[in-house]
Every structure is written in structure tokens, then in C-alpha cells.
């Protein structure tokens, strides 16, 4: 005898998956559990759609007030690691990234650089102009007018619904994309923790509604299945308020997301280590957590908002500051590449994430006295994890002469000179390309540029 199963519109899948999924998480239920249920309620052809997803996870690290030259240090250039007198803090120790891949460019690490040893490479594009002293910086991320690239990546996200779209820690430039959700912002890591708490107190609306009948009853059907697999079968329907789903998430999400003492210690934060890298670490720690349960797609932190000018005068505390950077972003990728992903079988969380780092002004890279604002032809950068699908290493670069190089997007070639500012639309749509895994017609919903094939690696089909 052929199942019968409930048949939703296709307007309100989305929500069905994400409110299943959230609702798993808040009983303690592995996501794959979670879509065993989903597929004996709605069936195998939308439970598969729910189980692997068709786009990446996201962190952006934007750094403001001088802030982004820290980065520099673990992914320098050429120039700057090897030229004598330069912006780097140990000059000559500096080590080749693989660059094996076909279309790689060159590019040196920082001994403290937290990525190789899991296998991971960075791209470093020339983008966007100099912004010194902006708290909230953004002309390397914008990837065409009145796209800014984060608000993108988000929009691209809503094919993988989570519970909480987009976060954001303060004020940061998230901006605006057709499509992207609006962005949820916390003070710290300890708000990221309450928010879910606030987002699920809007269920009620969503999960009682009378009109989308067959969302409503397969959601009825999903739950009561839910808590039979959690074996907590006295469960009422009062679930279905928002109040007790607030409730419940509340108490059972915030033992599951904020830092214990043991994570802090493997991120090597003690209670000597400055403000500004434990705020890092605890948010890191806390987005790990959150993308394990599948709660958020995208999380946006002002790391590193000092103004280190006088950071080569105490090369103790640069060594420290930078090593300590280092460690963070690496127990981060450890704890990633340790965790199962639990919207993709046979992948870990690591393979399924893009990082950027972008800032106001990366300093000069080849004066450490006083170290300097400014920086060569006004130039910027933005640095990118791209998880395979982009050419690693430097589009673009500064010379240890003071001129540039940008790139040409189709060729992947570098070249003499150029506009900085110019290359912000292709760097862009390289990074909505790695978020969309490949899937080029979803980045020509934002950018209509021309080829950027020379950034990036082909989808394998």
C-alpha cells in the first residue's frame, strides 16, 4: 500500500524545514533524525532537500580602526614577509601555502597562520579602497551597487533555512541584497545565546496559522513524531505557542552554546588574554555551536577593532598578540573539522564554511615604524577561506617597491597597476561563488560583471 503523505505549498516549505529542524535542536535530536521524521510526514523527495545543503555556511570578520592590519601578519604579502624593514613581524620565517592547485597563486603564511594543517587555503584579493579609522568599513565588500556582499551571502543562505538567518555582534555593515533576511544583532557572544530564545517567541504566529492548513497539520504530525524520537511523549500541544517553544529553546539551547571553561582553555584564552582576542574566541565558539545545531547560516563579528601603530615597538606583545590570533582561528577550524555536518552526510562542518576578513585600512605592509595608515595607491584587500572553490593565493598584491598589482577576473592573471576599488565586484562575486558551491546562475542574481572564471574553480559535476 503506497503512504500517503501531507502535500505543502511550495511557499511554505522553507518554513516547515526550518521550524522542524529548530524544533529537533531544542529537544536534543541530531538534524538526521530530524529528517527520518520529516520524510515518514512529507515524504523522501522534500526530507532529501532539507538534508544536504546547496549552499555554505559563512563567517566574516570585519575589522575596523587599523584593526585589519593584525591580519597581515598570518597572510602577508610576498613583499612584505621576505623584503627587509617591512611590515612583518618575523621576517624570513614566513612559509609558502600550497599552491598545487591549478590556477593558484603564490602566497607566503605567517608562522602563527591556522589554516594549512587541516588542509585549508586562503585567497587574497586586492579590493576596495583605504577607509583608516572606519568603524564599520565597506568598500571591499560590495559586489556591485546597492549589493553589499554580506547581505548577499545571506540571500544566497535562504536555500538552507535556519532559525536565525543572519547575526551580527554591534553595528556592522551587513547592507542590502534583493532577498537577503534581516540581520539579527547582538551586543557579544553571550547575545547570540538569547537570541534564539527571541526568535522562537515569534513561532506562534508562524506555527498557528489557521489558513496554511496543511503547513499547520504537517507541523502537528512532525512534532508529535519529534517528541516520540525524543522520548518525551507526554508533551502537550501547547507546544504549539510561542511561549513554550520560547521556553523551550531557551533552556535547552543556552547550556549548548555558551563557551565552557574546556573550550576556552583549547582556544587558549586564559584570564590574562586581552579583551579584544577573548571576544573573538567566546563568538567563535558560540558560532561553532550554533552551526553544529543548524540555528544560524551566517554570523558577522568585529574582530580586532584596535589601532595597533605602535605594535613593532613591543615585539613581545606582537609575537603574543598575533600567536594568540593564530591559535583562536585554528582551534575554530579544529573544532569544525571535528564536528560531522549535520545538513550534508559524510562532510564535516569545515568543508561546508567560508570565511572573510576585511577591514578599514591593513596598514602599510612595508613600514613597521609607527606603522602607518596608509597604505599603497590607497589599496585594500579582503582575505578568503574558500573551501575549494576558489584559486588560492594573491589576485593582486603590493610590491616591495610601493605600486600594485590587481587582477584580471577572467584570466586570473595579475597586473600592473590598476584601480583597488575596481576589483571589489569581481572579489565579491568569487566569494558569493564559494558560498553558492559553485552555482554561478545564483551569483549572477547579484553580479553582472563579466567572467570571474579566473578565480575560480569549476563545479564538479
Known amino acids: 500500500m503506497r503512504r500517503k503523505y501531507i502535500d505543502i505549498p511550495d511557499h511554505a516549505r522553507r518554513d516547515f524545514i526550518k521550524w522542524t529542524v529548530g524544533l529537533g535542536a531544542a529537544l536534543g535530536l541530531r538534524p538526521w533524525k530530524v529528517f527520518e521524521v520529516t520524510e515518514s510526514v512529507v515524504g523522501p523527495a522534500m526530507a532529501q532537500s532539507a538534508s544536504c545543503q546547496t549552499v555554505n555556511r559563512t563567517v566574516h570578520n570585519i575589522m575596523g580602526n587599523g584593526g585589519f592590519a593584525w591580519m597581515t601578519q598570518l597572510f602577508p604579502f610576498t613583499d612584505q614577509a621576505t623584503k627587509a624593514g617591512a611590515s612583518f613581524y618575523m621576517t624570513g620565517q614566513a612559509k609558502a601555502q600550497d599552491a598545487s592547485g591549478q590556477g593558484d597563486h603564490p602566497m607566503l603564511l605567517g608562522p602563527a597562520e591556522p589554516f594549512s594543517k587541516y ?106 513524531s519529534l517528541h516520540a524520537a525524543a522520548a518525551r511523549p507526554t508533551m502537550t500541544k501547547g507546544l504549539f505557542t510561542g511561549k513554550v517553544s520560547a521556553n523551550l529553546l531557551g533552556k535547552n539551547l543556552a547550556s549548548q552554546l555558551k563557551p565552557s571553561t574546556a573550550d576556552l582553555q583549547r582556544y587558549g584564552i586564559s584570564t590574562a588574554t586581552p579583551a579584544k582576542l577573548q571576544a573573538i574566541a567566546n563568538t567563535l565558539i558560540t558560532t561553532f555551536k550554533a552551526f553544529k545545531l543548524n540555528l544560524t547560516s551566517s554570523v558577522l563579528l568585529p574582530g580586532m577593532q584596535d589601532d595597533p601603530h605602535g605594535a613593532f615597538a613591543d615585539m613581545a606583545t606582537l609575537k603574543s598578540t598575533v600567536d594568540t590570533l593564530g591559535a583562536i582561528w585554528s582551534a575554530f577550524m579544529g573544532d569544525l573539522m571535528s564536528e560531522p555536518d549535520p545538513m550534508c552526510s559524510g562532510a564535516k562542518l569545515g568543508d561546508n564554511v567560508v570565511i572573510t576578513w576585511s577591514g578599514d585600512t591593513p596598514k602599510t605592509p612595508l613600514n613597521p615604524s609607527g606603522w602607518g595608515d596608509g597604505t599603497p595607491q590607497n589599496s585594500n584587500w579582503i582575505y578568503v577561506l574558500g573551501n575549494g572553490y576558489l584559486k588560492a593565493g594573491w589576485f593582486g598584491q603590493v610590491k616591495g617597491d610601493g605600486t600594485i598589482e590587481t587582477f584580471n577576473a577572467s584570466t586570473g592573471a595579475n597586473v600592473a597597476g590598476g584601480s583597488s576599488a575596481a576589483m571589489s565586484g569581481p572579489a565579491g562575486a568569487a566569494t558569493l561563488y564559494a558560498v553558492a558551491r559553485g552555482d554561478m546562475r545564483r551569483v549572477n542574481d547579484f553580479f553582472r560583471g563579466g567572467d570571474i572564471s579566473g578565480l575560480t574553480v569549476a563545479k564538479q559535476s
Open 119 to 224: 588542509g585549508k587555503k586562503i585567497t587574497g584579493f586586492i579590493a576596495g579602497t583605504n577607509e583608516t579609522h572606519t568603524g564599520a568599513p565597506v568598500s571591499a565588500a560590495n559586489v556591485a551597487t546597492g549589493v553589499r556582499l554580506f547581505a548577499a551571502v545571506s540571500a544566497l543562505q535562504t536555500a538552507s533555512p535556519t532559525l536565525v538567518p543572519a547575526i551580527q555582534i554591534g553595528n556592522l555593515p551587513y547592507g542590502t541584497a534583493a532577498g537577503a533576511p534581516a540581520i539579527a544583532s547582538v551586543p557579544n557572544a553571550g547575545g547570540m545565546v538569547g537570541i534564539f530564545d527571541s526568535a522562537a517567541s515569534t513561532a506562534g504566529g508562524l506555527l498557528a496559522n489557521a489558513n496554511d492548513a496543511a503547513l499547520f497539520e504537517a507541523y502537528y504530525k512532525a512534532n508529535l
